[in-house]
């Protein structure tokens, strides 16, 4: 039997105000190219992480740089981040240093990404639409701090700013998660295939954000 993690002591919500949505079978669009747009995500950690995953799901014909999810702090704007330099590659980071990973190019179709990672090896698995790529390592050792501001579309350069339209997010994005704990290769695949998944604070069927600038949510197409 797995283990029935609940997140939500862990998370805790930025604003009492902020409501939480079920999001389920739409996407954020985001229309412009470039964009100055962005999606707020109020969910955050409590307590600093010694583990993580992130999973999202996005749709674009973007070939120059863009910023998936932005994870800042204080200290280090690069705490987490998911981001796409080109076609072919991406790229991931931990309080500031990164490791890319080579993907297929000419794939003009949704892209299911997750990244976990867990301090005490410093191994990062990163899984590209239910499949595994062979695992790295960064940061052995790391605790990824918990006063965060996370952003959606762009890339934070420093904590809740420093945008560059230039490495912005056009396209659509959907199925986004953040748990502090690295999932079992059965639970990354179920968040490719979007079956049932460990509860969260942080995840698009109860997800607390704020829309920033023209970022429009619809129904997704198929
Ligand atoms: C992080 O993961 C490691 C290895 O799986 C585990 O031993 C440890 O208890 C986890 N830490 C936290 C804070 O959950
Ligand atoms: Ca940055």
Redesign the pocket.
């Given at each position: 039997m797995e283990l029935v993690w609940v997140c939500l002591l862990i998370f805790a919500s930025l604003s009492e105000t902020s409501s939480q949505e079920d999001l389920s079978r739409k996407v954020f669009v985001f229309r412009n190219e470039p964009s100055d747009a962005y999606v707020i995500l109020k969910a955050l950690p409590k307590e600093p992480l010694h583990n993580f995953t992130v999973c999202l799901r996005s749709y674009t014909d973007l070939t120059r740089p863009y910023g998936l999810f932005?994870y800042?702090t204080k200290s280090e704007?690069?705490e987490i981040?998911i981001f796409k330099p080109k076609p072919g590659e991406y790229r991931v980071y931990i309080g500031g240093e990164h490791l890319s990973f080579k993907v297929p190019e000419d794939t003009l179709d949704w892209e299911h990404v997750c990244f976990g990672w867990e301090s005490a090896t410093g191994i990062a698995e990163f899984w590209l639409n239910g499949k595994p790529w062979p695992r790295k390592g960064l940061k052995k050792g790391y605790t990824v701090d918990a006063g965060a501001f996370i952003v959606l579309g762009q890339?934070?350069?420093h904590y809740g700013g420093?945008y560059d339209s230039y490495n912005s997010f056009s396209g659509e994005m959907t199925d986004v998660y953040m748990w502090e704990f690295l999932l079992s290769p059965h639970k990354m695949r179920s968040a490719y295939q979007d079956l049932q998944l460990p509860r969260c604070a942080l995840g698009w069927k109860n997800l607390e954000y704020e829309i920033k600038g023209d970022v429009v949510v619809k129904g997704r197409l198929r």
């Open positions: 932005s800042a704007d690069n981040l890339e934070q350069d420093g």
